[in-house]
């Protein structure tokens, strides 16, 4: 899929002071393409998280496999996590939801949005 | 009547079985440590029920092989004993209401408790009781705290009505209970905590990993050097006397005597080259590979308990990915350096036929069992350190390239990483030791029947000229290829029996270091032994196994045909420098695990 600069342009300034990823920006036009938009309140993907910062899980974009296998362990829309580290190169995310800890490999983590507590 | 003891991964369920049935299991700190389920019997008021361990699942909607076994074992069961974890209540009661739908008898039991306590978490029994409408006991499983009145409660346990709910529902429904039931009190980071976060640190975290395993296997082969010493001066002791004993009553030779007892030099018995079953049999089995055995369970039994392998596998994951691999993979590598039957096993945990498939031939291949790297180290270690390292850095390339190569070859795709971390817990002395033992008593009853077979096999066959037949028959490979004597076969026809029993037969040969290496490596790699080929066979099934044949004597004329070549023209010192290089260029030019698309990178940020 290609992205235009138009799109980009309207995306990226409808949505200001949000780091883009390049897959982030993708899934987002995805969306709006398909009529949704899921851009509407400041979301990082959990990759792009910074360490020991809290958030509120908004979205997770992945198919019905991966959203049950993250459910089962705690992590759905509306749980609180705190992003406890990430290792270099791409590594493993890892994140506290409640009293366990989580690493999640670094796609998957991409793929999953957080409201992020300032 | 079937009870089924049913829960999250590494709640605690192998331990309660252990205490109900009285049979014992392994347990550990890593999720999955149960890969099959197990059976026992509790007698209670003269009556006698079947106990079943089931491997963890955290829901009843199977994906890997071990969480499917879950789900159809739970339509069988009579009475359902849920373990679950107090310290994660919320997470582990999504399980129970999934269970409480099946609408069986039913107990749950919050194990743990003590965590609990020390982590500030208080959960009100009575209430939880009361708002399930089932038996509800805390327990704590590793000492047994609490679980007494268990079978009763069992027992007496009667069917619940629950009404169906869907996913969303469910987890309105825990967060009432949890809200009601848990109450938290704040409380201050620990020590071991600190360490739990130094050990994911982003930057002290893979230094560390990789510092502490070389530490680990560094220990075990020192110390191993050091017992085997001793265990020989014991045999020169205790066990020459009965064994010349023996020889004089046999008579000092003929069939017999070359069989059990082999070639004797005078009063001292040289017990690696003697090669009869009672004198290299017996010596090789207990004087070298015990003690390496005792020592590897001794270390890798308290990282295991201690919960250090999860976190292997998360600082290995990136790595993995370059051969198709994530990082859970790094747990069957891990089990299979004692043996390889555990690690084959362990594979079922793996959610993918790729990731099982690419785990299960290059765990298999290139990585030697303890009781094999003891001999190894024995055999190649006296020939100098360099001849050794060459040896296990000639085995890490196969494993590094066979793996790349399968990770371009193999359809399917490896799924991310996605594992719960358990948290550190100091390891219990009582239970470590009892999983020792068991650990060795499998050695035993396993490996000594193998050992003296094939020694006695390998005697039968040299007498009967078999050997000599077909040493000739594969001359070409063996001398031309690998550049070994003939003589070798010997060692690659018991090498499909028992790898350490192989290696001794290599001593009495007579090969230079170089030719050592290259026997060493070849006979790592051809052909996994007859436990280990069993149960890939179970696992991977006819046509898959087949195929792990074939790339296992791919790699194995690479291997060994390449060090042949590279012998005459580099030094070991260069050959291992040589293959580091290969590896490095390798695993830079074939792309990494992440498709070219979803590739973050610091220059491709979009800001306003």
Not at chain 1, 79 to 95: D, E, M, Q, Y
Not at chain 2, 170 to 175: E, L, N, P, S
Not at chain 2, 379 to 389: D, S
Request: aromatic fraction near 8%.
């Amino acid at each position: 899929m290609g992205i235009s600069p138009i799109e980009r342009s309207v995306i990226i300034n409808t949505n200001v002071g949000h780091i883009f990823f390049d897959d982030e920006l993708k899934m987002v036009i995805n969306n709006n393409r398909r009529g949704t938009n899921i851009m509407q309140k400041r979301r990082l993907a959990l990759s792009a998280m910074k360490n020991t910062q809290y958030g509120i899980v908004t979205a997770i974009n992945g198919g019905g496999g991966m959203c049950k296998r993250l459910e089962a362990l705690g992590i759905r829309v509306g749980s609180r996590i705190k992003k406890k580290s990430a290792l270099i190169g791409f590594g493993p995310v890892i994140v506290s939801v409640g009293n366990t800890e989580i690493a999640i490999g670094h796609g998957m983590a991409s793929r999953i949005f957080v409201e992020v507590e300032e | 009547m079937k009870i089924l003891l049913i829960g999250n991964p590494n709640v605690g369920k192998s331990a309660i079985f252990s205490h109900l049935t009285g049979v014992s299991v392994t347990t550990s700190n890593y999720p999955g440590t149960t890969v099959q389920y197990t059976k026992g019997y509790l007698t209670y008021n003269g009556k006698k029920y079947e106990v079943i361990d089931v491997p963890g699942t955290y829901q009843l909607n199977p994906e890997a092989e071990s969480e499917k076994v879950a789900a159809d074992m739970v339509e069988e069961g009579d009475i359902l004993v849920n373990v679950v974890d107090s310290t994660n209540l919320e997470r582990n009661l999504n399980l129970t209401l999934q269970l409480m739908e099946y609408e069986k008898p039913m107990v749950l039991v919050l194990n743990m408790w003590d965590d609990a306590k020390h982590k500030g978490i208080e959960i009100d029994v009575g209430k939880l009781e009361k708002l399930l409408k089932i038996p509800v006991i805390a327990t704590n499983g590793l000492t047994g705290e609490g679980l007494n009145t268990l079978p009763e409660k069992c027992i007496s346990s009667k069917q619940t009505k629950w009404h169906k709910q869907s996913s969303a529902q469910r987890w309105k429904t825990i967060g009432n209970i949890v809200t009601e039931v848990q109450n938290l009190s704040h409380r201050h980071h620990t020590f071991i905590e600190g360490l739990q976060d130094l050990s994911i640190h982003p930057f002290f975290g893979p230094p560390a990993a990789l510092g502490l395993l070389y530490l680990a296997f560094k220990l075990i082969i020192t110390a191993g050097e050091f017992l085997v010493e001793y265990t020989t001066r014991l045999f020169d002791i205790v066990y020459t006397p009965f064994i010349l004993w023996l020889s004089s009553i046999l008579g000092g030779q003929g069939l017999i005597h070359s069989l059990l007892i082999g070639d004797l030099n005078g009063s001292q018995i040289d017990y690696e080259g003697a090669m009869g079953v009672l004198t290299t049999g017996v010596f090789v089995a207990l004087g070298i590979v015990l003690p390496y055995i005792i020592l590897f369970y001794l270390v890798f039994g308290f990282l295991e308990d201690l919960g250090y392998l999860p976190r292997v596998a998360i600082i290995l994951d990136r790595a993995l990915h370059k051969i198709g691999l994530h990082g859970y993979s790094v747990i069957p590598m891990l089990l299979a350096c004692g043996c390889n039957v555990p690690g084959v096993l362990a594979i079922r945990n793996l959610g993918t036929r790729r990731e099982r498939f690419i785990t299960a031939i290059i765990t298999c291949t290139t990585i030697p069992c303890m009781a094999q790297t003891s001999l190894i180290v024995k055999a190649v270690g006296e020939r100098g350190g360099v001849y050794l390292a060459l040896t296990f850095m000639t085995l890490f390339s196969v494993w590094a390239i066979l793996g790349m190569f399968l990770k371009k070859t193999v359809k399917g795709n490896t799924p991310t990483l996605l594992l719960e971390v358990p948290p550190y817990r100091v390891p219990n002395i009582k239970i470590q030791f009892k999983k020792l033992w068991m650990r060795i008593k499998c050695f035993l009853k396993e490996a000594i029947p193998y050992v003296l077979g094939g020694i006695l096999i390998i005697n039968f066959l040299h007498v009967s000229g078999v050997i000599a037949w077909v040493g000739k028959l594969f001359s070409p490979i063996i001398k031309g290829v690998f550049g070994l004597p003939e003589e070798t076969v010997a060692a690659l026809i018991i090498g499909t029996v028992r790898k350490d029993a192989a290696v001794v037969l290599l001593e009495p040969i007579g090969l230079n270091s170089m030719q050592m290496v290259i026997a060493v490596v070849v006979l790592t790699l051809y052909f996994p032994c007859v436990a280990t080929f069993t149960v890939l066979f179970k696992e991977l099934g006819m046509k898959d196994t087949a195929k792990a044949v074939a790339i296992m004597l791919a790699a194995t004329l690479a291997a060994g045909g390449g060090l042949n070549l590279l012998k005459n023209i580099y030094s070991p010192g260069v050959i291992i420098f040589v293959e580091l290089v290969v590896i490095v260029i390798l695993s830079l030019v074939i792309p990494s695990a992440f498709k070219p698309e979803s590739k973050v990178t610091k220059d491709k940020f979009y800001k306003y």
